[in-house]
């Protein structure tokens, strides 16, 4: 067990929704890193929060957006969902902002079916 | 080509055999980590490094950093190391991380 919580760990939804993943870092953690893994792109780096504050951003699409709130939980929020979106999500934590050797770790993820 | 390489795509071991995967990128980057991903799915950073050389039991990573290549060597294989390891690099420009494909190493008694 890594400390790091997803909530829901599987979601079904219909194209055209808006669903919410929500991701608990580790206790004393202050970066969450979002995450997608398709079975066709791989791993790919959404977006990191650094308390509070969006600290990196990669691949991530206008209809995703993320926050971290002051209690540093943090948010994922895919609208518009098409079929394509279908993946596991992952987020992952560590202690502080990356730029360090600081190992991160990994949610169990969340599990996306867009039907 | 993708900027993370990595290889062999797929590997099948004995137990008991020394096992490495190799990771090559081409670009500029603040560290470069090792992950595991079971069966499952879920994943475990292995190792995150900048320099050098890092062992942790029976793993040991290595990185050349002029030669922007990196290597995960698993000594003494154990069916239960069968999982998709995957190489990520942690790019200077823009601050993000960029992930390789991975490998997928099934070990058999």
């Known amino acids: 067990d890594s400390g790091v919580t997803q909530t829901p760990k599987h979601l079904i939804t219909a194209t055209g929704q808006r669903v919410t993943l929500r991701c608990s870092p580790r206790s004393g953690d202050l970066s969450v890193y979002w995450y997608q893994q398709s079975l066709d792109q791989g791993l790919q780096f959404l977006i990191q929060?650094?308390?509070?504050?969006?600290?990196a951003k990669g691949n991530i699409l206008e209809r995703f957006s993320a926050q971290q709130f002051p209690d540093l939980h943090s948010e994922l929020n895919l609208s518009s969902l098409e079929l394509g979106d279908s993946a596991l999500y992952f987020c992952a934590s560590s202690v502080l902002s990356g730029t360090l050797q600081e190992t991160q770790y990994f949610g169990p993820g969340t599990r996306l079916l867009v039907l | 080509k993708n900027e993370v390489e990595q290889s062999p795509q797929n590997l099948t071991a004995q137990e008991g055999e020394f096992i490495t995967i190799n990771c090559s990128y081409s670009?500029?980057?603040?560290?470069l980590h090792w992950l595991q991903q079971h069966p499952g799915g879920g994943i475990v950073s292995l190792f995150m490094?900048?320099?050098g050389k890092k062992k942790h039991g029976r793993l040991i990573a290595t990185i050349n950093i002029q030669e922007k290549h990196s290597s995960l060597h698993i000594t003494a294989s154990h069916p239960r190391d069968s999982a998709v390891y995957i190489c990520a690099v942690r790019s200077r420009e823009g601050d993000k991380l960029i992930f390789g494909t991975g490998t997928r190493l099934q070990v058999f008694p």
């Open positions: 929060y650094y308390n509070g504050e969006e600290r």
């Open positions: 670009v500029g980057i603040s560290a």
């Open positions: 490094l900048s320099s």
